[in-house]
């Protein structure tokens, strides 16, 4: 069954650093998602993707989040200058066509900011 | 915030059925209701979604009341490995710029016991 992949699956690095999370989506989906859950917390919304312009994004999704789709199968995420309340696990997710398909998450990328 | 009301825990013995119940009695016309887990930290992983009739896939059913305003996941035969948060979310298929994403509460923290 295809599914969403997302290196690294564990990422340290320190404060004032930039950092990229890399996401590969299903192949045939057209949406893409990035959220987070920082330990024993909910899961969070940050940004949504389509049609390669960002549709939707939260609060927490600051200047310094950003995200891209640089070829026809990658899609990253970048905190441009990382601080120690960036640490949580990262999920990417992507969904089909019809916006009433189900997102399908990835595993994650445990952020560690030192 | 999430619009639905999940009981904190529940405990199932394995071989039974698991029934998760969710409460989502603002739930809107077009709105469906879906249902994601997640095992320990991994990524939520979908299960089953609907929007008036009651479904089945090969993981779940999901049995929706007739006024909509709540829902109930059922396990048929809960193994060690069904041991997870399970969280119910309503979202409406949205159509325009805005591509839904979902809004995760607390969920149920289901264990099942041998």
């Known amino acids: 069954e295809p599914e969403v992949t997302q290196t690294p699956s564990h990422q340290v690095t320190q404060m004032g650093q930039e950092v990229i999370l890399r996401c590969v989506p299903i192949?045939?989906?057209?949406?893409f998602y990035w959220y987070r859950q920082i330990l024993g917390q909910k899961v969070e919304f940050l940004v949504s993707f389509y049609n390669n312009e960002i549709s939707e994004k939260s609060e927490i999704f600051d200047d310094q989040f950003s995200v891209e789709r640089p070829d026809g199968s990658n899609f990253t995420l970048k905190i441009r200058s990382t601080k120690l309340e960036d640490s949580a696990m990262y999920f990417c997710?992507?969904?089909?066509?019809?916006?009433?398909?189900?997102?399908?998450f990835g595993d994650g990328t445990r952020l560690s900011i030192l | 915030d999430a619009k639905t009301t999940q009981p904190p825990s529940m405990d199932c013995a394995e071989g039974r059925a698991a029934n998760l119940p969710c409460n989502h009695s603002t739930i809107s016309g077009n709105e469906y209701v879906y249902w994601y887990r997640q095992i320990h930290s991994q990524g939520p992983q979908y299960i089953i979604h609907g929007l008036k009739n009651n479904e089945t896939n090969e993981m779940a059913s999901l049995i929706i009341t007739e006024d909509r305003k709540s829902s109930t996941l059922i396990l048929p035969h809960a193994t060690l490995r069904d041991t997870a948060v399970y969280y119910c979310?309503?979202?409406?298929?949205?159509?325009?710029?805005?591509?839904?994403?979902?809004?995760f509460g607390k969920g149920t923290k289901l264990s099942v016991k041998p």
């Open positions: 997710a992507s969904s089909w066509r019809e916006r009433r398909e189900p997102q399908h």
């Open positions: 192949s045939n989906h057209l949406y």
């Open positions: 979310i309503v979202r409406a298929p949205d159509y325009g710029g805005s591509q839904g994403n979902l809004i």
